[in-house]
């Protein structure tokens, strides 16, 4: 199993300029969190998922998009990026159910600049 | 609404050292409280857990941890600190094991010679 894989690593982008971060997972987990992570701010949820076709918003939702077509993928779509949005996004994975342990299962992040 | 704080923004400990790590968290019922690690560049990984039963819990590495409800807490401790464990540190809270967690803003840890 690859896990949690996250894509690009690496991305900068202009002001105003739109993209998607791509995340898949190949455990068959249902829930899915995109989280971006700040110096010194912890981590902060922006979206989840707890299963395909079902998506909410978390603790900072604004500039952000997302979907779940497949329990496979859940990209993070940003439409206008902005300086602020500068920073490490990452995903991750939980299965429901009785297989669930509590752990969260990161992707390696996606550093993000926006100039 | 929970919330976690983590006191120390940054700790230096000499190599062989014991450990510390605080952990506050705010959450009405019992909550389920992680320790995550971060290496530079990676992603977080599980160092240990805590959802009901003993209150002290073993991780991974040595790593334990207490659950104190009635301050609370629940802190990291590591008996002997090696160099490998210069990282960021979070401790997180969630309502179930499958729930949204909410993280706190970690302690950057490093390790003296």
């Known amino acids: 199993n690859a896990g949690v894989t996250q894509t690009p690593k690496f991305r900068i982008l202009k002001i105003g300029q739109s993209m998607t971060l791509q995340c898949t997972q190949d455990?068959?987990?249902?829930?899915m969190y995109w989280y971006r992570q700040d110096p010194g701010m912890g981590l902060k949820l922006i979206y989840y998922s707890v299963g395909a076709g079902i998506t909410d918003k978390g603790e900072v939702p604004n500039g952000y998009n997302v979907s779940r077509s497949t329990t496979e993928d859940f990209p993070l779509r940003l439409e206008l990026a902005a300086p602020s949005q500068t920073s490490v996004y990452f995903c991750?994975?939980?299965?429901?159910?009785?297989?669930?342990?509590?752990?969260?299962?990161f992707g390696e992040g996606s550093r993000l600049t926006v100039l | 609404a929970q919330s976690v704080t983590q006191p120390d923004i940054h700790i230096t400990v000499s190599e062989g050292a014991s450990l510390e790590l605080r952990c506050n968290y705010s959450y009405g019922a019992t909550p389920y409280l992680f320790w995550y690690v971060q290496s530079p560049g990676q992603g977080l990984q599980l160092l240990l857990k805590y959802f009901s039963g003993d209150t002290l819990v073993q991780g991974i590495k040595g790593f334990e941890a207490e659950f104190k409800r009635s301050q609370s807490s629940f802190n990291l401790r590591k008996p002997s600190v090696h160099w490998s464990d210069a990282a960021e540190y979070f401790c997180?809270?969630?309502?179930?094991?499958?729930?949204?967690?909410?993280f706190g803003e970690g302690t950057q840890l490093t390790v003296n010679p």
């Open positions: 997180a809270v969630g309502e179930t094991s499958g729930s949204r967690l909410t």
């Open positions: 455990m068959n987990h249902n829930y």
């Open positions: 991750a994975s939980i299965p429901s159910g009785g297989t669930n342990t509590g752990e969260l299962f």
